[in-house]
């Protein structure tokens, strides 16, 4: 059995929700030329960013303020590119449509 040291419950961790927007974010730009999945994992990188933030904000101990910064503009710059790629795909099918 494994006894845990007290003074280790004062040592720094990462915030949960820090690394995960990254991942997202990181997604989102790679795949924002597929039509709706790079919004949707934008919105998802931003809103784990949020929740780091949140996270960061309620416990002094964590970090990872840096890792929340790069999921938030990762998954505002995978929000914007997925959006654009979706209506250039819809104007490109709706241009595509033979009109009799």
Do not use: C, H, N
């Amino acid at each position: 059995m494994q006894k845990t040291d007290p003074s280790l419950a004062s040592e720094r961790g990462l915030a949960p929700s820090a690394t995960p927007s990254v991942v997202y974010g990181v997604l989102a730009v790679t795949l924002a030329g597929v039509p709706v999945v790079g919004f949707v994992l934008g919105w998802l990188a931003f809103f784990r960013s949020q929740q780091a933030l949140i996270q960061l904000k309620t416990d002094s101990r964590l970090e990872g303020l840096g890792l929340r910064r790069a999921g938030a503009i990762l998954g505002i710059a995978g929000l914007i590119l997925g959006a654009t790629s979706t209506v250039i795909w819809i104007v490109v099918l709706i241009a595509s449509v033979p009109w009799s």
